[in-house]
């Protein structure tokens, strides 16, 4: 199926789940506190915050605030959801480490085309 569009890859995935956890009240959420719960260096927080501003995902304010759009939003409860039913059947079935979950579950959902994300949500959603 050629007219599928890919979705985010496994790391935007993963950091559009942190600015989400990390920005719940809605106050937005700096680099330097998504750069500490990822464990990365903040350069690398901010290379990767731009290009999800360039996809629409997140904005970013000057003081280095990051917020979710509302497509962000949308997308976000989209991957938050797949991702709780996806780690759990892995790490009941697998037996896997949390963190061995966590990496096997953001692969899978970076593998998934906008279609496909959307119809594993559905289904989630549907029974």
């Known amino acids: 199926m ?3 569009k890919q979705s985010l890859t496994a790391t935007n995935i993963k950091y559009l789940l942190a600015v989400h956890e990390l920005g719940a009240d809605g106050k937005g959420v700096r680099c330097i506190d998504i750069a500490g719960r990822l464990n990365v260096a ?3 927080v ?3 915050i731009e290009m ?4 629409g995902m997140v904005t970013k304010r000057k003081n280095s605030v990051v917020y979710l759009t509302d497509a ?3 997308k976000t409860a989209q991957y938050a959801a797949c991702f709780a039913f996806l780690f759990h059947k892995m790490h ?5 480490s949390e963190e061995e979950c966590r990496s096997a579950t953001y692969a899978v959902l970076g593998q998934k085309t906008e ?4 119809e594993l949500y559905s289904r989630l959603n549907d029974g």
Not at 115 to 118: H, I, K, N, T, Y
């Open 42 to 44: 903040k350069s690398t």
């Open 92 to 96: 009941n079935a697998l037996g896997l």
């Open 2 to 4: 050629p007219n599928q």
């Open 52 to 55: 999800l501003c360039g996809a």
């Open 115 to 118: 279609d496909g994300l959307s």
């Open 72 to 74: 962000g939003h949308e």
């Open 46 to 48: 901010h290379a990767t």
